[in-house]
């Protein structure tokens, strides 16, 4: 580790020379309706390197679902207006036409969805859902496709596995319906995953028996992973590329343990410092005041100044530029030296 501006510098992280499997340049999403226009995402660029897992961290509402699925075009054509380049393992998504799209989720880019109650169809059993999906992208037959739904419930550790393929989902656990969401996203291989959320629903022990489960399948499968979040210690667990997102910008990314350390970032400073944790002792929580800024009236300018104790007169004098103090960590604040050296 080195040290500048008193801030952590992980120089074992360098950039990778394989192309990225995934490449965002310019994400732009907005829902238009009669009466108001939401700007979710604005501005986002980023790069996901092969077997690599980028966690996605911020509130909700900052824009990081709606991140996740302008990646596969998940969101309704006639309210939102996306703009920008997403390029996954080649194909241009925004470009592409229908038909070469529904080829491409599942075959290259798959997603577990944050509510499998309501992602997964209630009439169908969880075998039927998992053999309908491999047969829509491969010419195997039932008895092929229904063997591999079998293998993806065992590879899933979901228990007496060959029972579970006739259950339907309202039959299983909460914990157990994210198994097998998990097994639908992963039956044709897919080489990125995209994970929206998928443990916030989940107690404690069931939680963290997912993301060991995830982490596992990931060094396994050798996939890029995705994985969207607002629980710092989700994103300390499987990460190792943090990006943290306020009113709609990524507004810091880094190593996650770099990151973690050494937050540049006063909205990521605020995130750590108002989470409990086990050396917490008759301590008060500290808390970011106020709330998250209107995404139908985002101003031209730091969109955390409101918030920020750190903010001075020429943060509201437009959107800060991201600024890289070492080469693997960026962030959009324009006081990054003073703020280092006051800590």
Not at 83 to 99: A, Q
Not at 238 to 254: K, L, P, Q, S
Not at 289 to 315: I, K, Q
């Amino acid at each position: 580790m080195a040290e500048t501006m008193g801030l952590v510098q992980d120089v074992s992280a360098t950039p990778s020379r394989v192309p990225p499997i995934v490449q965002v340049d310019d994400l732009h999403v907005r829902f238009v309706s009669k009466d108001a226009t939401v700007y979710a995402v604005n501005g986002v660029s980023f790069t996901l390197d092969p077997g690599e897992v980028l966690c996605i961290l911020g509130e909700s509402g900052s824009g990081k679902s709606v991140t996740l699925r302008a990646l596969m075009r998940l969101l309704p054509r006639k309210r939102a207006v996306i703009n920008g380049r997403v390029i996954v393992d080649g194909h241009d998504i925004l470009s592409l036409s229908t038909s070469a799209l529904s080829r491409v989720r599942g075959e290259i880019v798959s997603m577990i969805f944050q509510e499998p109650m309501t992602a997964l169809d209630p009439v169908y059993s969880i075998g039927e859902q998992i053999t309908e999906t491999v047969r829509r992208h491969e010419k195997i037959g039932r008895a092929a496709a229904e063997a591999r739904a079998l293998e993806l419930l065992e590879l899933v550790q979901i228990p007496s596995a060959k029972r579970r393929l006739k259950a339907f989902p309202h039959e299983l656990s909460g914990g157990l319906r994210q198994r097998a969401m998990i097994a639908i996203a992963l039956s044709c291989r897919p080489r990125v995953l995209l994970a929206d959320e998928p443990t916030t629903a989940l107690d404690a022990t069931v939680q963290i028996q997912i993301l060991l489960l995830l982490r596992q399948l990931q060094k396994e499968l050798g996939m890029s992973v995705i994985f969207v979040t607002h629980d710092l210690g989700v994103a300390g667990e499987i990460a190792d590329r943090i990006t943290v997102m306020y009113g709609g910008r990524f507004v810091e990314e880094g190593p996650t343990t770099a990151v973690m350390r050494d937050p540049l970032h006063p909205y990521t400073r605020g995130l750590l410092a108002s989470t409990v944790h086990g050396q917490m002792h008759r301590e008060r929580l500290r808390t970011i005041e106020g709330s998250p800024p209107n995404m139908e009236m985002l101003p031209a300018a730091c969109s955390f100044a409101p918030r920020c104790r750190y903010a001075v007169d020429r943060c509201l004098e437009g959107v800060p530029d991201l600024h890289r103090p070492f080469p693997n960590r960026s962030a959009r604040c324009i006081r990054l030296e003073e703020i280092g050296s006051m800590t």
